[in-house]
């Protein structure tokens, strides 16, 4: 893998996306912010306190973590498969000095930069809101990428097996889902049943999520092993997209 020509692939998909991007936003953006609006202020009506934390406030860092989980995952699923598959956008750049694992590492980066972008931009939503009350915030950005990675590995490697586009039903649906209501963003993990918080422990989006809950109430120290737990599982799966998809491009 040659990292220059692997920012040249991010570059592409940069280009489309500053072109296209209005058809996204609403998936990307709008949709964390309604969760926000319809959970935290309807359902925040009748939960008052988490953990002495105003519901709002305390499911506001946990929709930072989702809106970065999905943009990654939709982009390294839906959109790399529709690349590689429909529009041969991965054949036309294979036709070039580009080798398999350079694309796949400009892909890769390019789901991590959607996650950054987007968590970013509900960052910026919250604080408007009054619902931040440290500006330790913003140290979230960097892991924004790293989970970004690790989400964009996991998506990417089933878009690897994934038969046709449909199959994509199963991943959102049996493992995303899941994820997403399961890893502590609308109620803490320790209220499950033991079984169920111990898988989360294993999951991306819990530690995410302990971590943008920490740095919002300025808090470091309680979630270094979250940290630590992002990037070397970040560093562990990276061989396996790379692999798969040099597999299923290479025939």
Not at 75 to 85: L, P
Not at 122 to 128: L, M, Q
Request: aromatic letters at 14%; charged letters at 15%.
């Amino acid at each position: 893998m040659r990292i220059k020509r692997a920012l040249s692939v991010w570059r592409r998909h940069l280009k489309v996306y500053t072109k296209l991007y209005k058809s996204s936003i609403a998936l990307n953006f709008v949709e964390p912010v309604l969760y926000l609006a319809a959970m935290g202020l309807g359902l925040g009506v009748y939960v008052k306190e988490i953990n002495g934390v105003p519901y709002v406030n305390f499911i506001a860092p946990g929709i930072i973590a989702s809106s970065s989980m999905f943009a990654a995952t939709y982009e390294c699923s839906y959109g790399t498969f529709v690349r590689m598959t429909f529009q041969k956008t991965f054949d036309a750049i294979l036709a070039t000095p580009v080798n398999v694992d350079d694309l796949i590492a400009g892909e890769l980066i390019w789901g991590a930069s959607k996650s950054l972008l987007y968590g970013t931009i509900i960052i910026i939503v919250i604080a408007v809101l009054g619902l931040v009350k440290s500006p330790m915030i913003l140290l979230v950005i960097p892991m924004l990428f790293i989970s970004g990675i690790i989400f964009s590995e996991i998506a990417m490697m089933f878009a690897a097996f994934a038969p046709g586009i449909d199959s994509f039903n199963y991943f959102f649906t049996l493992f995303m889902t899941p994820l997403f209501l399961f890893s502590g963003i609308f109620f803490p993990v320790e209220t499950l049943p033991p079984l169920i918080s111990k898988i989360a422990f294993f999951t991306p989006l819990y530690h995410l999520v302990n971590i943008c809950r920490a740095f919002s109430g300025g808090q470091f120290l309680i979630v270094k092993w979250d940290i630590v737990w992002l990037v070397a599982v970040s560093v562990m799966l990276a061989p396996y997209p790379l692999r798969l998809m040099r597999k299923r491009l290479i025939k």
